[in-house]
Each structure stands twice: as structure tokens, then as C-alpha cells.
């Protein structure tokens, strides 16, 4: 993983100088509410319904052993003992006391993290594949692009203050894993004919309250002209993109209003006065950044293919676990294993401290000392040998980590909602909680097969719904919290916004409600086919026929 040079320390130990000032003086007095607000905001510090909530940037998901147990120290030190995964891949502090938030981001300095516009009207963290660098369908290891994007974006003078967030993700590999088409900007590594790397580039997605998948206006940006692209499309955004309305702020808005052809038109001739200048990257630049990641030092191995199968025939749940929790290597006797935060009556995306600091000493011990933070809100060894997953599966299973469910429907992508956000209509946690106990059965679990279950507690939709084939938004009516089911989404490749079906419903029908859902799916699917493609195939109607059924 990249580590830090004297350039990168500087920056973070005098941020966190500067907002060490800066909080002295709001508490002195000297400061406003209202001046304080958007310096708190760049160092990742959001007022919630209870207490501060700190965002610690985690670029692209990417956390050593020394940072995660500094995320437990943190959690046990000002926290109330916990931790939550974001879906940008970041990580959330959701009680520290104001006051502390300055030593907070002193520590996490000496671990090479910190807090820096993980909020406010700025660049954020750049999202990527979790399984980045050691997928077998990678075209490209999107991490070198991340973190140039993240030199790049970091306090740039220009994109400091626009009209609203911005949001990057990139993905390297056939599969998108990474949702690009659902971000700001979505870059895609490609090859040409020639076999030279490029990116296609999207613009104008995004979900909260006006959701859009977003549009391809380049199909091949050299990936010299990475930086300088990026800077034409920010330059266009940040002049025309309204600031009279937040709700109409983002960059969809905009490419939506002018059309995407229109938007492309006027980056191209920005972006005329940019190619080929200053920011032109090089062989050279690229491997300056390249020359800060440490690889991880791989044996020559074979895969254990007939070893792995014989654990699965003496141990069912084992079996299960590898099935659904592990993910192919490009190595050769290697594993990816995913560490499930879901276990019904967690939170999804909570970890505790000392969990924290297992999932350290596990990474040392069986990953190269690194672990990921998926948007899914898990958490990843990337590089697991296979002749120790049986091993490994057994101290997962001790410390609550083992939950064979990874992409199934209790794997459940989850906002905090009303029990923590001040801008939630409704809770999301007691929703996600009724749903994996009504299917806690594994045999039906696996019978139903993949389905992705997202729940968002307001429109804002930091729980993706709009993207999930079975999507949960909260509502507020007339004081009483409602939710409102869509069907239909999904973030990959074939990206699309869900359908909604119909009426809103009470929280205690919740369960339910996705119960009959589900029969429907099994009882009208063909073989093999999926949720989403069930959907596709028979439409709205008989999903909404059967849950409505009991009004009519």
C-alpha cells in the first residue's frame, strides 16, 4: 500500500496545527457557529442528532495493521467502543466530544490518516474495486490512479469551494465493483487496439434525491491526460453548476440540464487550454507515485484446489463460508477473504475495538499486514494463502467475522439512519436487524441466492438504495417513520435506478414486505437466474400484486 513521503506528513501535521487553532478559537468565542462550519466540515466533522461524527479518510479503502488498531485506540479512547464503515470506504467515529477532535487527528498523523475533506463542498475520497491489485479481471490496478487523483484533488485551489460535493471512483477490471457509473466522475481503465491504457470517462451520476446514472463522454482519455481532463470537467462544473439551490448543486443537475453532449462540448474546449500543459502526467510521474506503494512479497505457490475441496466435503460450514466470503486470487495459491460485518443484531458496518485490533493482528498474520474497506461495509483480507483459510475461517468464526452471507440478502449496505444522522427521516438499523432475522435460515439464504438489500434513512441515500435490486428509503409522514420499497437497481455494469413499487410502510410490516417479495423471485425465476433478472424479465407488476394484495 502507498506510504507516506515528507511531503504528504507535512501537509497532514500542519492541518492538524491549523484546526487545533481553529477549534480554540470557536471555543474562545473568536469564531461563529456559522464561520466554524465549513472548517470543521473539511476536516471530516459532521453535528449529528446526539453528538459530533468524525469521517477519518481512508483512500481507497486501503488501512494497514498500524492504522487499524489506531482506529480501535481511537474507538476505545473517545468513541464509545466502536467504529463504523462507511459506503465511500471510510471510517466513522459517531461520539467523540468536540473538544478532542484535535487530538484525535493528531494521532491519527503519526499512522499517516487523517480527516481531510472527507466532508464539505470539496473533492472526497476516491473510491475503488476492494479487491483492487489482486482481481483475475483486472485490466489495470486502479490504485496507482487513485492515489495520483488523490495528490491531485488534495487541497487543490481551485476546487476548494464548489458548488457541492464531489465524488470520484475508478475501476480497473471487467466487472465494476466499484459503482462508477453512480459517481460525479467514473473513470473506467481501458485499452485500445494498440494496447495503451486509457479511461472512459462518466460524468452526472449520483443517487440522493434526483438519482442518475451517469454518461460516458469519453470512450478513450490517454492516461496522460488524466489530470488535465479531470481539471477541464471540474472548471466547467464549477462555473456553470448552481449555487442558489443545494438541491440542485451536484454535477448531474448540470450535465442533465445542458445534456451530456452539450457538458462534453464545453469540457472539450476547456480542456484545450489545458492538454499538454503542466499537468501532463509522465512516465516519470507515474512512477514517482508508483515507487511509494509497498507490494506484498508473494511465494511461488500452487493453488490447493483438491486440499480446499476435502475441508468442504468434512466441513459444511466451512464450505459455505469459502463459497460466499472468499473471492479468486491472480496469484496462484492465494485467496481474497471478506470479513462480514453483518452478523444479524450488528449494525452493518459496526465494528468494535476489539475487533479492531484482531482484524490487525489477523492482517499481520495472514495478509500482508493490510486489510480493505469494501462500499459494501466489510472488511477484507486481500491476500490470504489458501493452505490457511481453514485456519483463518476458525478465528473469523471466534471473533464474529465468519457470517457466510457476503452478497446475499442479510448482507445488508445499511446508513446509520435516524438512531445517529440529524438529517434522517427514519431509522435504518431496526429495519436491516428485522430483515436478517426473518431470514436467518442459510439453506434459504443460499436457495434465494444473490440479492443485493440496500436501506437509506433519508433521500440524501448514503445507503445506495437507489442501486440495490431491492432497495429501502425512509420517509417521514406526518411525523410517523415510513418506508418506501424499490426494486430493480444496480450499481455494475449494467447500472440501472430502481423502480418503486408503490406505497410507503410501516416499520413493523417491513420484514414481511421483503419476505413476499422474495417468494415471488423464487417462485417465478427459471433456473439459475437471478433476482435482478427475474425482475428485468417479469417486470413490476407481480411483485407489487402480491404485497399489495392484503389493501385491495
Known amino acids: 500500500m502507498y506510504v507516506y513521503d515528507q511531503y504528504d506528513q507535512k501537509i497532514v501535521e500542519d492541518r492538524v496545527k491549523q484546526y487545533r487553532d481553529q477549534t480554540r478559537r470557536y471555543l474562545a468565542g473568536e469564531l461563529s457557529g456559522e464561520e466554524f462550519r465549513p472548517l470543521r466540515l473539511q476536516n471530516g466533522l459532521y453535528i449529528q442528532r446526539f453528538a459530533p461524527m468524525l469521517r477519518v479518510a481512508v483512500p481507497y479503502g486501503l488501512m494497514s495493521s498500524t492504522q487499524v488498531r489506531m482506529m480501535a485506540k481511537i474507538a476505545r479512547d473517545y468513541d464509545k467502543g466502536y467504529a463504523h464503515i462507511s459506503t465511500r470506504q471510510n471510517v466513522q467515529f459517531n461520539w467523540p466530544d468536540l473538544e478532542d477532535i484535535p487530538d484525535i487527528l493528531a494521532e491519527l498523523a ?9 466532508s464539505g463542498n470539496c473533492i472526497r475520497n476516491t473510491t475503488t474495486d476492494q479487491f483492487a491489485g489482486v482481481a483475475k479481471d483486472e485490466i489495470v490496478d486502479p490504485r496507482l490512479w487513485c492515489e495520483i487523483i488523490r495528490q491531485w484533488s488534495t487541497f487543490h485551489p481551485e476546487f476548494t469551494h464548489l458548488p457541492r460535493k464531489f465524488k470520484i471512483a475508478v475501476n480497473g477490471a471487467v466487472s465494476d465493483r466499484a459503482a462508477i457509473e453512480v459517481h460525479d466522475i467514473g473513470l473506467e481503465a481501458v485499452q485500445n487496439e494498440a494496447g495503451e491504457l486509457g479511461f ?25 491526460h488524466l489530470i488535465s481532463y479531470l481539471d477541464a470537467i471540474l472548471r466547467v462544473y464549477n462555473r456553470y453548476g448552481r449555487r442558489d439551490n443545494k438541491y440542485k448543486a451536484r454535477i448531474k443537475i448540470l450535465v442533465k440540464a445542458l445534456t451530456p453532449a452539450v457538458f462534453a462540448e464545453r469540457v472539450n ?36 484446489d483438491a486440499a480446499l475441496k476435502a475441508l468442504d466435503a468434512e466441513h459444511p460450514g466451512f464450505a459455505r463460508w469459502r463459497q460466499r466470503n472468499t473471492f479468486a486470487h491472480k496469484k496462484p495459491g492465494y485467496v481474497a477473504v471478506t470479513l462480514s460485518l453483518k452478523p444479524t443484531g450488528v449494525a452493518p458496518g459496526d465494528v468494535t475495538d476489539k475487533q479492531l485490533d484482531v482484524i490487525a493482528d489477523l492482517a499481520d498474520r495472514y495478509s500482508f499486514s493490510e486489510v480493505r474497506n469494501s462500499h459494501n461495509q466489510n472488511i477484507i483480507l486481500a491476500d490470504v494463502e489458501q493452505a490457511q483459510l481453514f485456519t483463518l475461517w476458525g478465528e473469523l468464526r471466534e471473533n464474529g467475522f465468519a457470517t457466510p452471507n457476503v452478497g446475499l440478502l442479510t448482507d445488508i449496505i445499511c446508513c ?60 417521514d409522514k406526518k411525523g410517523q417513520e415510513f418506508y418506501q420499497v424499490s426494486l430493480g437497481g444496480s450499481s455494475g455494469r449494467d447500472a440501472s435506478l430502481a423502480q418503486i413499487l408503490g406505497p410507503s410502510f410501516a416499520e413493523a410490516d417491513m420484514a414481511d414486505v421483503i419476505d413476499k417479495i422474495v417468494k415471488v423471485y423464487v417462485e ?29
Open 110 to 118: 503519526t499512522v499517516q490518516m487523517h480527516a481531510i475533506q472527507t
Open 200 to 224: 472512459r470517462v462518466s460524468v452526472g451520476g449520483g443517487l440522493g434525491r434526483t438519482p442518475i446514472v451517469g454518461s460516458f463522454i469519453n470512450e478513450f482519455l490517454p492516461w496522460q
Open 269 to 304: 474546449a476547456e480542456w484545450a487550454h489545458l492538454k499538454d500543459g503542466p499537468t501532463t502526467l509522465t512516465d516519470a510521474e507515474v512512477a514517482r507515485v508508483a515507487a511509494h506503494f509497498i507490494d506484498p512479497s508473494y511465494k511461488a505457490l500452487d493453488d490447493q
Open 416 to 475: 446509520p439512519g435516524g438512531d445517529f444522522c440529524s438529517l434522517a427521516n427514519a431509522k435504518s438499523i431496526p429495519i436491516a436487524e428485522a430483515i436478517q432475522r426473518r431470514f436467518e435460515d442459510l439453506d434459504y439464504l443460499f436457495d434465494i441466492g444473490d440479492i443485493d438489500l440496500n436501506i437509506s434513512g433519508c433521500m440524501n441515500a448514503c445507503g445506495h438504495h437507489h442501486v440495490g435490486h431491492i432497495g429501502i428509503l425512509g420517509v
Open 524 to 552: 417465478r425465476r427459471t433456473e439459475e437466474e437471478s433476482f435482478l433478472d427475474t425482475f428485468r424479465r417479469i417486470g413490476v407488476d407481480p411483485f407489487k400484486e402480491r404485497v399489495y394484495a392484503a389493501n385491495h
